[in-house]
């Protein structure tokens, strides 16, 4: 079945590095995606990395994924408080709908 | 420019009431999703529409209904049956579902609040 794990709460210093942390459990996942969701705002696509690939870089983000361990990592380099948002990983699998699955997103707070 | 638009962003509901949130696309998508979205938790799927005139229930399909007379509109009613209506109710869209490259792209959302 499918279940996205993420942990709810993140505090970051401005200047610093950012990593959210996202797990999954069905093998078969096919594309993972990372969302922004800014407050009273609908979600922003971030990133999707295709489940052959280990990492996908763009500018300060940086997509790390580990399918032996159902891992999937977001860092966000020298972060800014216009980074603070929640950030949802979401997974569609191969032989479904190819609707994704979302996790409960994680509340990043960047403090100056 | 193209986009989703929901309207409107807030709306406030008395008890027993149903009540119709808009959402509309103009990226020439296929298909259509409408999420609900409560604090703490992530997205859960309500309905979608993969095209015209055709739609299936998600995960939380109880006390909603929708319908998808152009491809451009998919509104969803939220009917006095919806025993925890307040919630912000997100819109999405995607060129196709079925497909292993298809993206959603999402409106910017309604806040509902019964009172």
């Known amino acids: 079945g499918e279940d996205v794990e993420q942990s709810l709460f993140l505090s970051v210093r401005e200047g610093d590095s950012s990593v959210i942390n996202c797990t999954y459990t069905?093998?078969?996942?096919?594309?993972l995606y990372w969302y922004k969701q800014e407050p009273g705002a609908g979600l922003q696509l971030l990133t999707y990395?295709?489940?052959?690939?280990d990492m996908k870089q763009d500018q300060r983000l940086t997509v790390l994924l580990n399918k032996k361990d159902k891992h999937l990592s977001l860092r966000i380099a020298d972060t800014q408080t216009g980074d603070s948002a929640i950030y949802f990983c979401a997974e569609s699998i191969t032989g479904g709908s190819y609707i994704p699955t979302f996790g409960r997103g994680t509340s990043l707070i960047v403090h100056p | 420019d193209g986009g989703i638009t929901q309207s409107p962003k807030y709306l406030f509901r008395k008890e027993g009431q149903n009540v119709t949130l808009s959402c509309e696309q103009n990226l020439n998508h296929d298909a259509m999703y409408w999420y609900r979205q409560d604090p703490g938790q992530g997205l859960r799927l309500i309905y979608y529409?993969?095209?015209?005139?055709?739609?299936q229930k998600g995960d939380i399909a109880e006390g909603y209904s929708v319908s998808r007379e152009k491809k451009e509109s998919f509104p969803l009613t939220v009917t006095s049956a919806q025993k925890n209506p307040t919630a912000f109710y997100l819109c999405?869209?995607?060129?196709?579902?079925?497909?292993?490259?298809?993206?959603?792209?999402f409106g910017p959302g309604t806040r509902l609040t019964v009172l």
């Open positions: 069905d093998s078969s996942s096919t594309y």
């Open positions: 999405a869209s995607s060129i196709r579902t079925g497909d292993l490259t298809d993206t959603q792209y």
């Open positions: 990395i295709f489940s052959n690939m």
């Open positions: 529409s993969q095209i015209v005139n055709d739609f």
